[in-house]
């Protein structure tokens, strides 16, 4: 008899903490989703508040393995003139191991934009959008991409002051000044965001763009640093809310917050970069569009598909 209590009791109690391990996670997401949109309402002036409506429908694949590559374009658009993209990068996320990484494609890159020939990339932005962009990277460096995100310069200035309220500190090597609206002048010191997007926008410096490129990715990772050390998973979903109406994405609101979740939960990696071309596999040339990058395809395509593949799931593919 006292047998039969006792199991009678346990199944109980495994059935208890059951149903409260599912209450406490059906509270969590529902606090998350309250939080996210939320942050939403409080960022009311965002110019992109109906994602999905600025540019023509992007089909980019369903992700694979659990990594997933979002493009992200930084515009100088202003209103209805699109304009070349300024900056061009793939962001690339593990669901599994929760590793970030962050390739940039220079602007000037000499690639066939479908339709359209050979061309810098970064106008395939003003000729079809991120759809006409994505084509583009499948067309030149056969990567799947499957989400993206446009930020237009105010909106960048905007979302640095959401995920840095306390600035990002650089260390700037000389004075920058022509074609950035301001002066910043060298040394270390704690920039904000509209000093932060001169910083990254910069390029008339002793690396043209190349240092551009270098200094975005070291902000992005700053950025992604701030975000995981400064706010909590409690703070995490409000902050994405406000920063969402500056940005214009396919990516839906759950998977927005998974990424988010994940980064904290991987914050101690740091996030791994590689810039397109890679070392010795271009020449500076002039064609009809100007000076490009004439790039060495079969080296920089393996070299993207291989920074852009995790060890375990390409040994998962190849099988």
Do not use: C
Not at 159 to 186: C, K, N, Q, R, W
């Amino acid at each position: 008899m006292g047998t039969r209590v006792r199991k009678t009791t346990k199944r109980k109690w495994i059935r208890n903490i059951s149903i409260l391990f599912f209450v406490l996670i059906l509270t969590a997401g529902t606090f998350s989703v309250f939080q996210y949109y939320k942050g939403v309402s409080e960022a009311k002036d965002g110019p992109y508040k109906d994602d999905g409506k600025t540019f023509d429908p992007f089909n980019g694949p369903e992700p694979q393995f659990g990594e997933i590559n979002i493009l992200v374009i930084g515009s100088d658009s202003r209103g209805e003139d699109r304009g070349n993209s300024d900056t061009l990068m793939i962001a690339h996320y593990d669901q599994n191991t929760h590793d970030i990484k962050l390739a940039s494609i220079m602007r000037d890159t000499y690639v066939d934009i479908p339709e359209h020939g050979m061309r810098k990339i970064n106008a395939a932005f003003a000729y079809g959008g991120p759809e006409l962009l994505r084509q583009t990277i499948k067309r030149n460096f056969d990567i799947d991409i499957n989400y993206y995100a446009v930020v237009g310069f105010d909106g960048f200035s905007k979302i640095v002051d959401v995920i840095a309220p306390d600035g990002i500190e650089v260390d700037i090597p000389y004075e920058m000044s022509y074609g950035i609206g301001m002066t910043l002048h060298p040394g270390k010191q704690v920039l904000h965001g509209e000093d932060l997007l001169g910083y990254v926008r910069f390029r008339h410096d002793r690396l043209s763009d190349f240092g551009r490129v270098d200094r975005q990715q070291e902000v992005m990772s700053k950025l992604k640093d701030e975000a995981v050390s400064i706010h909590s998973l409690v703070n995490l979903p409000k902050m994405l809310g406000m920063a969402d109406p500056y940005v214009d994405t396919n990516v839906d609101t759950g998977t927005i917050l998974a990424i988010g979740k994940g980064l904290i939960a991987g914050k101690s990696r740091q996030m791994e970069t590689l810039r397109i071309p890679i070392q010795d596999s271009f020449v500076d040339e002039s064609a009809d569009v100007g000076a490009v990058l004439r790039i060495d395809f079969d080296k920089n395509k393996q070299a993207l598909k291989e920074f852009l593949t995790s060890k375990e799931n390409g040994e998962i593919a190849a099988q």
